[in-house]
């Protein structure tokens, strides 16, 4: 919590007020399964607890055992329907704690409307992307556009990689934008992006941003009216 300011990718509004609704939810769930239980199963524990008996050792259960030594149990179970419940109610709310925490890292997988490919399909001609640059219509995309609405990326989040299919669409001026706009959007995300199978302009603009650049191949044009 005191060096929270160092971590700059935000989790989405209301992901911890959520946690925290669980977490409450799931320690009055356990003391009331815990107490009405416990009172079923009263004559299987030496000596016989009450409701306050049952109230006060919860907090017990919850403790991890080698942190107990030295405190002595006002009863103890003699059947093993009460073993079950002393023994195993606090792994069972650490657990419910532990799957919901992790929750709180996971993010949906970014998707695409129909509009979204309606704008893409609409800047294609426009001059970026070069001849590849259909291959932003293939399904299966999520879509991030400029402010203005003049440049479009194409992108997969593979293994926490946003990678590109190729690069950006739209107008030729709007590509510098693009490119540290869709960069800045990664990292809002938490993802490593990567700009894929993309022109020259394009890797002059990253090398400009201090990315590292690796050629993959060479684009071929085949003249296909002069093609016989």
Known sequence: MATRTGFDVRAPRGTYRAL???VVAALVLAAAAYVSLGLMLRDDFDPVPGVVDLLGALPSRLVPPGYLVGVAPGFLPVGWAATMLYEWIGP???LVLAV???RTFLRSRPGSAE???VRVRALLGAGAGGSLQYMATWPGH???FTPDGTGAVAYRVIGGVAVTTGGPVGRPESVPDAVAGFAAHC???GWTPCFYSVDAVVAAVTRELG???V???EETLLPLADLT
């Open 20 to 22: 925290l609704r669980a």
């Open 92 to 94: 069972a709310v650490w």
């Open 100 to 102: 919901t925490a992790l």
């Open 115 to 117: 509009s979204d490919l």
């Open 142 to 144: 999520a879509y991030w």
């Open 187 to 189: 990292r809002e995300q």
């Open 211 to 213: 990315w590292s650049t």
């Open 215 to 217: 050629q993959v191949a």
